[in-house]
C-alpha cells in the first residue's frame, strides 16, 4: 500500500510542478512567434548545377602516346652481382640502386 501512496504523491507533484511552469511557456523563444535578430541572405545560391553556356569541342591530340613513352634508354645499366641485395631501393634512390649493400656467399 505504501508503494501506491508513493506514486500518487509523485504524480500530484510532477501535475503541480507542470501547472506552475506554465506562466513561464509564453517567455520561451521557441514558443512565440518572434523572428531571429539576424537572418541569412540565400538569394544568390541560385542552382549549382546550372549547365555552362560554352560547348566543349572535341579536339585531336597534338603527341600520340608513342611519342611521350619515348625515353632515351641509358647506354650502360650498372648492375649488382648475383647474390647481392642494394643498399638502396630503385624505387626511392634509383640513381644508387646499383650500390651493393649486403652480399651472401
Known amino acids: 500500500m505504501k508503494s501506491k501512496s508513493n506514486l500518487f504523491i509523485g504524480g500530484l507533484a510532477l501535475a503541480a510542478l507542470m501547472i506552475a511552469a506554465l506562466p513561464a511557456a509564453p517567455g520561451i523563444a521557441a514558443g512565440s512567434g518572434e523572428r531571429p535578430a539576424f537572418e541569412v541572405d ?4 541560385g542552382n549549382r548545377l546550372a549547365l555552362s553556356r560554352s560547348k566543349a569541342v ?6 600520340t602516346a608513342r611519342d611521350m613513352n619515348k625515353t632515351p634508354e641509358p647506354a ?7 647474390g647481392c641485395d642494394p643498399m638502396f631501393s630503385p624505387v626511392t634512390v ?7 649493400g649486403r652480399c651472401v656467399g
Not at 58 to 63: G, I
Not at 76 to 82: C, G, L, N, T, V
Open 42 to 45: 540565400r538569394s544568390a545560391k
Open 58 to 63: 572535341k579536339q585531336a591530340p597534338t603527341e
Open 76 to 82: 650502360s645499366k650498372p648492375s649488382i652481382m648475383d
Open 94 to 100: 634509383p640513381t644508387m640502386a646499383h650500390i651493393a
